[in-house]
């Protein structure tokens, strides 16, 4: 998300705020715009406004977003505090500044005033929700762009391209089958990729194509060891995660000396999947600038799993020295 689309956001979210707390302060003087005593009855109403601006705004900017095992009990505590403080503030504003209230009731009142602060809350709770959901919307539409444009990756095409364009030259069959798995390779990226969920076996295939045309690239340096086991064809994922580990695995073993095998292994049923890619590596060669911008990396990977499937995954990275390896538990349901 751009700057200056964060900045509208919070703009709106303060004209929001401004016009709320006009209407709630207005609101007294229109009830009783009849009374006699209109103005003694807008003071009264809005005698707490202090207190409820401190509560509201203290659970907007912090207990709203806080996580924590506690947060019941504080949230609890910080109520009664506010609330007693409420009614003691009140009381005394009523009872010096405008009138003697005659069978006060301490219990009543603040029943009242933690009533009108949950209610409050509540309100700006609904503003919290909304503007953290657009906020992810946002987000996540960001990453999906970095991930579809990222996908279109320049080596890969171009030397796929010299690779099809020799095949050409000998008259090789195989020329004709590279430019069907590029425009399917374009086709799902493009259209399939937008969507946000695709079955299982159309992603899987994807991965195999994207494997097929690597394979004939590098087809001294790199072999690939696949296992598969897809219970359900059907199940749904979200499209152009896992490619991003192969992807990177190639990216690193594509720059190794000699004939390297990366292993993959994707088991999937109704509910979950479990997939791993482990790859040669040497921690000692470094990758050039372009080579770095070429893939949307694990990094964005990362991101998009958290957006995608928060508390739904299970992702560990490990470099063991000469190998590299990623292993992905997914909740599909």
């Known amino acids: 998300m751009t700057l200056f689309r964060i900045e509208n956001i919070l703009k709106r979210e303060v004209y929001l705020h401004i016009l709320f707390w006009i209407l709630y302060i207005a609101y007294p003087f229109f009830k009783y715009a009849d009374s006699q005593h209109v ?49 003691l503030l009140t009381e005394y504003i009523l009872h010096l500044y405008i009138y003697h209230i005659d069978k006060y009731s301490y219990g009543t009142h603040a029943l009242g005033i933690l009533s009108e602060y949950i209610l409050v809350c509540l309100i700006f709770y609904s503003f919290y929700s909304f503007k953290k959901s657009y906020i992810l919307s ?74 097929y045309m690597n394979s004939l690239r590098w087809e001294d340096k790199i072999i690939f060891e696949v296992d598969e086991e897809i219970t359900n064809k059907n199940v749904l994922i979200s499209p152009l995660i896992l490619i991003t580990f192969v992807e990177n695995a190639v990216k690193y073993t594509s720059k190794l000396k000699g004939e390297n095998t990366i292993v993959i292994k994707l088991i999937a049923n109704d509910k979950e999947l479990f997939f791993t890619c482990v790859n040669p590596y040497n921690s000692s060669y470094i990758l050039t600038d372009d080579w770095k911008s070429s893939g949307i990396g694990l990094k964005n990977t990362k991101k998009r799993l958290k957006l995608l499937y928060p508390n739904q995954h299970e992702l560990k990275i490990e470099d063991q020295k000469d190998q590299f390896m990623v292993s992905l538990k997914l909740n599909l349901c």
């Open 39 to 87: 103005l003694v009855q807008w003071v009264t109403g809005n005698s707490n406004i202090l207190m409820l601006l401190i509560t509201v705004y203290t659970c907007y900017y912090f207990f709203f977003s806080w996580r924590n095992s506690y947060k019941i009990l504080v949230l609890v505590a910080f109520f009664a505090v506010t609330t007693v403080l409420g009614v």
């Open 138 to 211: 946002n987000h996540l539409r960001v990453a999906e762009l970095k991930n579809l444009k990222a996908q279109i990756n320049p080596h890969f095409l171009f030397n796929t391209l010299n690779n099809i364009y020799a095949f050409t030259l000998t008259n090789d069959s195989k020329a004709s089958e590279l430019i069907l798995k590029l425009s399917d390779n374009f086709k799902y990226v493009l259209h399939e990729g937008k969507k946000e969920k695709v079955p299982i076996a159309t992603d899987w295939q994807h991965i195999k194509d994207f494997m």
